[in-house]
């Protein structure tokens, strides 16, 4: 730090204008105080008045020094830089460092308020780069139709505000009792129905998450089949009852086989049926289709018999 010394020499013209001002203005009253009362010893007047301006210029000059370590003694504190923008001084006119705030803003004894701007907090605030978050999860399948028992595999990529991408999510399954799914992504149907599998990824609090949609369809499993009578007349109408037991089914077909062995037909509108053909057992089913598939009768119950009796002429039927 500069000394005293070091200081007004540094601003001698204004340590020399000050103690031209300070002369000048007692040689006035000086003069003024001869010219009034009279008397002499001019020479002797001067000497005081040279004394005077000197130890007033040098009163002065101490307390600019006085404030002008305390401006370095700030900037030194604050890591040695220079106080405000590009290592301007403080202040816009000249202005010393008159007080410092705990926020680190400097006032100026003209006025100027200038921030100092390598505070600690303020540097670390810079060294800290934006936390990378989670911009989008992507699934390579956003919907699924499935049967029960079978199995399919989803994946996953996250993507990062850095570019950068991985495959770490949590899968989730919104009903476990439609579809269940693995940590590896793998998705197991287990009974006709709707399920959202959901892939959820977080970082820095912040969480992102992509769908896939599981519908779950089942061929028909089968069904209760009744008549409204179990003999009729050639050309007699009877009405034939199916109820499937899945609610999916979407077109039955009624099935008669005749006693020669000849298959009929025919799809269940409003169930009526007649038959033309043949006398005898005839044996009446169903065949169900839905989306998934068609079920078949198979078991003893998907079967009834209906006996024809008198031959009867007839145009339309079995």
Request: charge should be negative; aromatic fraction near 8%.
């Amino acid at each position: 730090m500069d000394s005293f010394i070091q200081y007004t020499l540094e601003h001698f013209w204004q340590s020399a204008a000050a103690i031209i001002g300070i002369m000048a203005g007692l040689l006035a009253i000086a003069d003024a105080f001869k010219t009034k009362f009279g008397g002499g010893g001019v020479r002797k007047s001067l000497y005081i008045v040279c004394g005077i301006a000197f130890l007033v210029s040098t009163m002065y000059l101490k307390e600019q020094y006085d404030l002008y370590r305390r401006e370095q003694e700030v900037v030194e504190q604050d890591g040695g830089n220079t106080i405000g923008n590009g290592g301007d001084s403080a202040g816009n006119g000249g202005g010393t460092v008159q007080n410092v705030s705990g926020e680190g803003v400097v006032f100026a004894g003209s006025g100027n308020t200038v921030i100092i701007n390598n505070s600690e907090d303020d540097a670390q605030k810079a060294d800290t780069p934006e936390p990378v978050t989670i911009t989008e999860v992507v699934l390579n399948k956003t919907s699924l139709d499935m049967r029960s028992n079978e199995e399919e595999t989803l994946s996953a990529v996250v993507l990062y505000s850095d570019n950068s991408r991985d495959h770490k999510v949590c899968w989730i399954s919104s009903d476990e009792t439609v579809a269940k799914v693995e940590e590896d992504g793998t998705v197991t149907a287990l009974a006709p129905g709707t399920a959202e599998i959901t892939a959820q990824a977080s970082r820095n609090n912040r969480a992102q998450s992509a769908v896939c949609l599981i519908t779950v369809r089942d061929a028909p499993t089968g069904y209760a089949i009744s008549l409204s009578t179990d003999k009729v007349c050639l050309g007699e109408i009877f009405y034939v009852y199916v109820e499937p037991y899945n609610d999916d089914v979407e077109e039955i077909e009624i099935c008669a086989e005749a006693p020669s062995g000849e298959i009929f037909k025919r799809p269940m509108e409003d169930g009526a049926f007649f038959v033309y053909t043949e006398t005898g057992k005839w044996k009446i089913y169903a065949s169900l289709k839905n989306e998934a598939g068609v079920y078949e009768a198979a078991r003893e119950e998907d079967f009834v018999t209906l006996e024809v009796i008198n031959i009867l002429e007839g145009t339309s039927g079995f």
